[in-house]
């Protein structure tokens, strides 16, 4: 297995610039300000490699989590118990499992969506994803979306 992931919240001031265009372009897309990735890296000046290499590892956070629905995805073995691990972590946590969908396996892996909703008594949702990545079985957690 590879290097779990690992999350951190620091100040704007500590995060690279390159890092902050890319959320800035992300935040164009979605707001439909640009229509291609081409015009929101050239609004902000970053290249388009600059923008696919960092696109999945930063988003902004916002410190009411409360209410925000997070899509989670990833790969696990298919092994009897592992899905029921998976939803027994984020009961812990107190977050709310919104929907669950498994592909079928292939070749012994199932790839796994979860709409998670965080709650006011939902704990560190890092700690979290992170346990979830350490659980035997799973592979490669990613979140897919941020609501």
């Not at 890296?41 to 388009?48: E, L, N």
């Not at 984020?90 to 709310?96: C, D, L, R, S, V």
């Given at each position: ?11 704007q ?27 929101a ?8 490699s600059s ?34 691990d998976?939803?027994?972590i ?7 499992i ?25 704990g ?13 079985g ?10």
């Open positions: 297995m590879g290097e779990t992931a690992k999350y951190f919240v620091v100040k001031r500590a995060i690279p610039e390159v890092l902050l265009k890319v959320v800035e372009a992300k935040r164009l897309l979605e707001s439909e300000k640009v229509l291609t990735i081409q015009e890296v050239d609004a902000v000046g970053i290249s388009r923008f696919y290499k960092y696109k999945d590892d930063i988003f902004q956070f916002h410190d009411n989590s409360q209410g925000t629905t997070f899509t989670l995805t990833f790969q696990m073995d298919d092994e009897p118990g592992l899905l029921s998976v939803l027994k984020i009961a812990e946590y107190h977050a709310n919104l929907t669950i969908h498994q592909s079928i396996p292939i070749n012994g892996i199932a790839s796994l969506s979860l709409s998670v909703q965080m709650l006011q008594t939902t560190d949702v890092s700690k979290m994803i992170e346990q979830v990545e350490e659980q035997k799973v592979h490669h957690v990613k979140i897919l979306a941020k609501e």
